[in-house]
């Protein structure tokens, strides 16, 4: 039997051998070698699950959202977003403080809506405390929370302060991770259009 091979079936037999030699040199290339810290690191900051915002009515509450949402995105971590009502001490806890909860709830309500450009799981959580701080801290604390994300506004520090006192306890009370997203002394401010 006499066996003729053309030219288009020469073509297709390399091309075979090509393709088959990409997908094994694919399938069984060994990865480069990684230090263990490094991989620890990595598998350490892809277990987020809980991220903790504070809000306030301010650009830096936003960026701090921002930037949460693109932590968590890679996972799929739920946000808590935050809302701190500070009762004076002169009043009892459950007062109801009109006022800051309706402030409270609109920098939620932003929040949320950063959240829903992301496509992020998200909660509301409006608690009443003696101080923002205390509050950050109970709910990372009953949450579980990996993360908590803060934005430090400049309007909010005393003079000389390098971060505000709300910052530093939460930095000092809680055990998980802390990022404190400090802006410059100025946002730039959306121009307003005619």
């Not at 990865?31 to 915002?53: D, G, K, M, Q, S």
């Not at 430090?152 to 005393?158: A, G, S, T, V």
Request: charged residues 20%.
């Amino acid at each position: 039997m006499h066996l003729q091979v053309g030219m288009l079936g020469t073509l297709i037999a390399i091309l075979f051998v090509v393709l088959l030699t990409i997908v094994f040199s694919w399938m069984f290339r060994i990865p480069p070698l990684v230090p263990y810290e490094v991989a620890h690191i990595r598998r350490t900051v892809n277990e987020l699950r809980t991220v903790v915002v504070p809000v306030i009515n301010s650009l830096s509450s936003e960026r701090a959202v921002e930037l949460a949402c693109r932590l968590a995105e890679p996972q799929q971590a739920q946000l808590l977003l935050v809302g701190i009502v500070e009762v004076p001490l002169s009043l009892p806890l459950d007062a109801g403080m009109p006022a800051q909860r309706l402030r409270a709830e609109e920098a939620i309500d932003v929040g949320v809506a950063i959240c829903d450009q992301h496509e992020l799981p998200f909660e509301r959580v409006l608690i009443p405390a003696r101080s923002a701080w205390e509050g950050i801290v109970r709910v990372a604390r009953e949450r579980s929370a990996d993360l908590i994300v803060l934005g430090l506004d400049p309007k909010h520090r005393m003079p000389g302060e390098e971060i505000s006192r709300n910052v530093a306890q939460v930095i000092r009370r809680v055990t998980c991770e802390v990022i404190v997203d400090r802006t410059g002394h100025t946002l730039a401010q959306p121009e307003s259009v005619s």
